[in-house]
């Protein structure tokens, strides 16, 4: 599988959620996610539907970031930031098993500021 490395042309953030608690031992809003990668990556939509339900509209729409192959772990507990937006990680694919691309698939999960 050939890949045109000048498509990796998007700057994305992989970030994991921090979970910390107050002093009530109650879970605290999430603060400051920490950085685990930062890279270049493809950016490819794979997928858009619009479901109606009881009136209301529900988009999901699901992404690829094609990216570099790294060393660091990269999980489904963590997101991407990209274009203002956060998409969680469903899955992580070593793009043809060759330890040179990660595929990252991904649910748009909203703009950032918002759940």
């Not at 599988?1 to 999430?30: F, K, S």
């Not at 009136?55 to 990216?67: H, K, M, P, T």
């Amino acid at each position: 599988m050939r890949v045109n490395a000048g498509e990796l042309n998007r700057r994305i953030e992989i970030q994991l959620p921090t979970e910390e608690r107050n002093d009530g031992g109650y879970l605290a809003p999430e603060t400051q996610p920490k950085r685990i990668h930062r890279c270049w990556a493809k950016f490819s939509q794979t997928s858009g539907t619009t479901l109606v339900k009881a009136g209301a509209d529900f988009a999901e729409e699901r992404v690829r970031f094609l990216i570099r192959y790294t060393a660091k772990e990269i999980t489904t507990k963590m997101y991407v930031r990209y274009g203002g937006s956060r998409y969680d990680i469903e899955y992580v694919n070593d793009y043809g098993d060759g330890h040179e691309y990660m595929e990252l698939w991904c649910r748009w999960r909203g703009k950032e500021g918002r759940p």
